[in-house]
C-alpha cells in the first residue's frame, strides 16, 4: 500500500485576495464569481497524490481577512504544518500584508512549517501591480515557496499545492499521520483547537 | 399598513410595544409577515415620522473601515433576493448598500465595521422602506450590534462562552464533545456576530430570524445558536465517531437545512459562504427532522443505567420528555468499568486507541458508539414537550459510496484505502432538517430553562455594564441615548470583562461543576477522588482571583454614572437570584 500522510494546512492573507475562492478550486475545481466573506474560519479537505503514488491528505484551515479576526489565526496556524499566504497581484498593500504574516509565521509558527507565497487573481493581468520578480525575490530571500494563480481560471492552483505536498517532509512522517482513532480524536496533532489555551496571553480566543 | 391584529399603537413617539404579544407571533410560521415592515423599526425605536436623515453628526470624511466596506459589499448578495441574476441588478443593489453602510459609519464614526455586519444590513435593506433603512441600522447598531462593532473580536468571543456555558448546561455530554473539538464554539461566531444573517440562505427565513431576535432581548441569539447547535447532535456524533476533526467545524458552522412551516420545498442552499459546502459534506447523507432537547436522553446516551435518574439539570423546571432509546444505541464505555469517562477524567479506553494527550480532551464522555447503534439511534423517537411536538427522526440513506468502507469498526483499514476530497471522503452524516419555528420554539424553551440570570451562565461574570447583554432594554426610557451607546464602544473592558480564568480553569471549573451534581447523582465511590479534590481547590482559587478582580473593577466604574445607572437596571434585570460565587462578584461590580 502507498504511503499516506496527513498534513494541516492553513491559508492567510488580506481580506479578499481571493484565500476561499483558492481553496475552492483546489478542493472542488470550482469558482464563483460571486463568494461571500468569510467570517471565523471554514475547513476543508482534499489530496494530493504524488507520482510515487504516495497520497498527502491537506486539512485546510481557511481564514478571515479581516484585521479583526486576526486574533483567531494563532488557532489555526498553531500546529499547522504549511501555510499558504495569499496577496493580490493587483493589489500592491495585499503582499504587504502577506509579509506581516510570514513575519508572524517565523515567529511565533512550528519552526518547520513550510509557508507558501501566493499571488492570486494573475487573470485580471492588466490591473497587475505585484511583479514576479519582486515578489519571487522577498520569498527567496525568505526561504518561501513561491508561486501564482488564477482560482478564476485555475491556473497554478494544483501546482501549488502540489508542490507544497512534495516539499513537506514526506520522510520523517509528521506526528499525525495514521494516528486517526474514533471519537475525539483531537489530541495532540493537527486541530488541536485546545492546544492554544495554554500560551498566548492576549489572545481573546484563549478566554 | 398596520394590520388590525398588530399590537402597536399609532403614535408619534417611541410608542408601547407589546413584546410578549409579538414575541409569540414571531415564533408562529411565517413570524410577523408582512407587517414587519412597521414592526421592525417600533422595537428598534425609531420614530417612523421624524426626519431621518437629518445630517447631524454624519460626515463627509471616510471611516476607516470603509476600504472594507467596499470589498464586502462588491460581493454581497450572493444568495438572495433570488431574482437577482442580471448583474446589473446585483450590482445596483451593492451600490446601494454601500452606500448606506458609509452613511452609518460616517453618521457614527465611533463604530467599527466587522464582516458579516454588511449581511445584517441587507437584511434590513431588503425588507424595510428606504427611508427607514439608515436610522434602523443605525439604532440596530447602536443598541443591539454595538458589542461587536468596537475594535476587537472580544465581545462576541464573551457571547460564544455564554453559549458554551450554556449548552455545557443543556446537553453535558453533547457539548463534552463539542468543547473535545474547539476551546470555543467557533462554529457559532458567525450565527451570533451576524444575527445568522450570514448563514441563512433564504431572505423570508432570515427575516423570520429577525423577527424572533428584534422582538427579545439580545441575547436570544445565543439561545438560538444554541438551539441550532443541539438541533445537529446526531450529525456530530457521527462525525465524531468517525474521527474527522475539523469536519465538525466544518458541519456547525454551516447550518442545518431550515425551513419554514408551509413552504413545500426545502431550502436549497444550505450554507451561505462558507467554502466548506455543506452538500459536500452532506449530500450522500441521510436527512433527521429535529433532535431532541432534553437531558433525560443525555443522560441515557452518557450512561445505560442513568435512565430513571432525574440528574444534572440544576433547575427544577426541567423538560419532561419521555425517550425511547434502548441500551443497546449507544454502547458505552461504562462496561468496560463501570465508570463514566466524564466522571474520572480518566482516558478512554477507547478501541481505537486514539491518543489523548490531556485530561482535557479526554473528558469528552462522546460513546463511541458502534456504527450500527448509530442506525439505531436515528429512529429515536424523542416527544418534545417543550415544543409541543413530536419530532421524528427518519433515515434516508446510509449508505456510502462504495469506495468507501461503511463499517467504522473496520475504519482503520479504511483510513488506508480512503480516497479523500471532502466531496469523494463520505460521511455518513444525517443531514438535520428542522423547521424555523421549532428551532425559535427551542431556543425559546432553552431561555426559559436556563434563563440568562442562570449563575451557571454566569452572563455577569462575562460581560460587563457596557454590553448591550445589560445596556439593552425593552422601555426606551432605560436605553442609552444614541451618542452614549455610540461612546461605549470605546470601554472594551467594560463591554466584556477581562477574562481572569484561562479557558482550562474555566472548563475545570465547570467539570467540577459536572463533577459535583454527578456525585450527587451517581452516589458511587469515587476512584479519582483526590484528582478532583485537587482540582477543586485550584477552581477555588480561580474564583477568589477572579472576585478579587471584579471587586476592584467594581471600585473603578463606581465614579461612571452612566455605568452605576445601568448597573442598577441590570440589578433588577438579575433580580437577586443570583447564587454562591456568582452573587458575590455581581455585589462587589455594585459597589
Redesign the interface.
Known amino acids: 500500500m502507498s504511503k499516506q500522510f496527513q498534513f494541516k494546512l492553513v491559508l492567510l492573507g488580506e481580506s479578499a485576495v481571493g484565500k476561499s475562492s483558492l481553496v475552492l478550486r483546489f478542493v472542488k475545481d470550482q469558482f464563483d464569481d460571486y463568494r461571500e466573506s468569510t467570517i471565523g474560519a471554514a475547513f476543508l479537505t482534499q489530496t494530493v497524490t504524488l507520482e510515487d503514488q504516495t497520497t498527502v491528505k491537506f486539512e485546510i484551515w481557511d481564514t478571515a481577512g479581516q484585521e479583526r479576526y486576526k486574533s483567531l489565526a494563532p488557532m489555526y496556524y498553531r500546529n499547522a504544518n504549511c501555510a499558504v499566504v495569499v496577496y493580490d497581484v493587483t493589489q500592491s498593500p495585499s503582499l504587504d500584508k502577506a509579509k506581516t504574516w510570514i513575519r508572524e509565521l517565523q515567529r511565533q509558527a512550528d519552526p518547520n512549517i513550510v509557508i507558501a507565497l501566493c499571488g492570486n487573481k494573475t487573470d485580471l493581468s492588466a490591473r497587475r501591480q505585484v511583479t514576479q520578480e519582486e515578489a519571487q525575490k522577498y520569498a527567496d530571500e525568505e526561504g518561501l515557496m513561491w508561486g501564482e494563480t488564477s482560482a478564476k481560471t485555475g491556473e497554478g492552483v494544483s501546482e501549488i499545492f502540489t508542490a507544497i505536498a512534495k516539499k513537506l517532509p514526506l520522510t520523517a512522517p509528521p506526528p499525525r499521520t495514521a494516528t486517526r482513532g474514533a471519537a475525539g480524536a483531537t489530541g495532540g496533532r493537527g486541530v488541536d483547537l485546545n492546544k492554544q489555551s495554554a500560551t498566548g496571553q492576549n489572545e481573546p480566543c484563549n478566554c | 399598513m398596520s394590520d388590525p391584529t398588530t399590537p402597536l399603537e399609532e403614535a408619534d413617539g417611541p410608542e408601547e410595544v407589546d413584546w410578549e404579544t409579538l414575541r409569540e407571533l414571531s415564533v408562529r410560521p411565517g413570524g410577523l409577515g408582512k407587517d414587519r415592515e412597521t414592526i421592525w423599526p417600533k422595537l428598534l425605536r425609531v420614530n417612523p415620522h421624524s426626519n431621518p436623515l437629518e445630517a447631524s453628526g454624519s460626515s463627509s470624511e471616510p471611516h476607516h473601515d470603509e476600504r472594507?466596506i467596499k470589498?464586502?459589499t462588491?460581493?454581497?448578495?450572493?444568495?438572495y433576493p433570488v431574482d437577482n441574476h442580471e448583474p446589473s441588478n446585483?450590482e445596483a443593489l451593492q451600490r446601494d448598500l454601500h452606500e448606506l453602510l458609509v452613511s452609518i459609519f460616517r453618521r457614527r464614526r465611533k463604530l467599527?465595521y466587522?464582516?458579516?455586519y454588511h449581511?445584517i444590513i441587507t437584511v434590513l435593506f431588503l425588507t424595510l422602506p428606504k427611508d427607514l433603512h439608515l436610522t434602523c441600522a443605525e439604532k440596530l447598531s447602536l443598541h443591539r450590534l454595538r458589542d461587536s462593532m468596537g475594535?476587537?473580536?472580544?465581545p462576541v468571543?464573551?457571547q460564544l462562552?455564554i453559549l458554551q456555558r450554556l449548552l455545557r448546561i443543556a446537553d453535558p455530554q453533547y457539548s463534552a464533545?463539542l468543547d473535545?473539538?474547539?476551546?470555543?464554539p467557533?462554529?457559532a461566531?458567525?450565527n451570533l456576530?451576524?444575527l445568522f444573517a450570514?448563514d441563512i440562505p433564504t431572505l423570508p427565513l432570515i427575516q423570520h430570524v429577525f423577527d424572533y431576535l428584534l422582538t427579545r432581548h439580545p441575547i436570544a441569539s445565543v439561545y438560538l445558536a444554541a438551539a441550532v447547535l443541539l438541533s445537529r447532535k446526531e450529525e456530530v456524533m457521527w462525525l465524531?465517531?468517525e474521527?474527522?476533526?475539523?469536519?465538525v467545524?466544518?458541519l456547525l458552522?454551516s447550518l442545518p437545512d431550515i425551513y419554514e412551516e408551509g413552504d413545500v420545498e426545502p431550502s436549497k442552499e444550505p450554507s451561505?459562504?462558507?467554502?466548506?459546502?455543506p452538500e459536500?459534506l452532506l449530500d450522500e447523507t441521510r436527512s433527521v427532522t429535529a433532535v431532541q432537547l432534553d437531558e433525560t436522553a443525555v443522560e441515557i446516551n452518557e450512561l445505560g443505567e442513568a435512565i430513571d435518574e432525574k440528574t444534572a439539570p440544576p433547575l427544577e423546571e426541567l423538560p419532561k420528555v419521555e425517550a425511547s432509546l434502548s441500551d443497546e444505541d449507544w454502547t458505552m464505555s461504562d462496561k468496560e468499568d463501570s465508570m463514566d469517562p466524564e466522571e474520572t477524567f480518566q482516558e478512554l479506553p477507547?478501541?481505537?486507541?486514539?491518543?489523548?494527550?490531556?485530561e482535557?480532551?479526554?473528558v469528552?464522555s462522546?460513546?463511541?458508539p458502534k456504527s450500527s447503534d448509530l442506525k439505531h439511534a436515528a429512529v429515536i423517537s424523542v416527544k418534545e414537550e417543550e415544543l409541543g411536538e413530536v419530532t421524528e427522526i427518519h433515515e434516508e440513506v446510509v449508505k456510502s459510496p462504495p469506495s468507501q468502507e461503511p463499517d467504522?469498526e473496520k475504519?482503520?483499514s479504511d483510513?488506508?484505502?480512503r480516497?479523500?476530497?471532502?466531496?469523494s471522503?463520505s460521511y455518513r452524516v444525517r443531514k438535520t432538517r428542522v423547521s424555523v419555528t421549532s428551532l425559535l420554539a427551542r431556543a425559546d424553551a432553552l431561555y426559559n430553562l436556563y434563563p440568562p440570570i442562570h449563575p451557571d451562565l454566569g452572563v455577569n461574570t462575562v460581560m460587563g455594564p457596557k454590553s448591550v447583554i445589560f445596556t439593552w432594554s425593552e422601555n426606551p426610557a432605560y436605553l442609552p441615548d444614541d451618542d452614549e451607546a455610540e461612546e461605549m464602544v470605546l470601554r472594551p473592558e467594560l463591554v466584556v470583562l477581562p477574562?481572569v480564568?484561562?479557558?482550562?480553569e474555566?472548563k475545570e471549573e465547570d467539570q467540577h461543576e459536572k463533577e459535583r451534581r454527578r456525585r450527587k447523582k451517581l452516589k458511587k465511590p469515587r476512584r479519582f477522588a483526590g484528582v478532583v479534590v485537587e482540582r477543586r481547590v485550584m477552581v477555588a482559587g480561580a474564583v477568589l482571583v477572579l472576585g478579587v478582580a471584579m471587586a476592584v473593577y467594581g471600585i473603578r466604574a463606581v465614579p461612571d454614572d452612566t455605568s452605576r445607572h445601568h448597573w442598577r437596571r441590570v440589578g433588577r434585570w438579575v433580580g437577586g437570584l443570583l447564587v454562591g460565587v456568582s452573587e458575590r462578584v455581581f455585589d462587589g461590580i455594585r459597589l
Not at chain 2, 473535545?180 to 470555543?184: K, M, Y
Not at chain 2, 480516497?419 to 466531496?423: E, F, V
Open positions: 472594507q470589498l464586502d462588491e460581493r454581497s448578495f450572493v444568495l446585483r467599527s466587522f464582516q458579516g449581511d475594535s476587537s473580536l472580544e468571543l464573551g462562552r464533545v473535545d473539538n474547539s476551546p470555543l467557533y462554529f461566531l458567525s456576530l451576524t450570514h465524531e465517531q474521527g474527522e476533526e475539523g469536519m467545524h466544518s458552522s451561505a459562504g462558507n467554502p466548506a459546502e459536500s477507547s478501541e481505537a486507541e486514539t491518543a489523548f494527550s490531556r482535557e480532551t479526554v469528552a462522546s460513546p463511541p467504522p475504519k482503520e483510513e488506508e484505502s480516497p479523500s476530497s471532502p466531496a471522503s477574562q480564568e484561562s479557558t482550562d474555566d
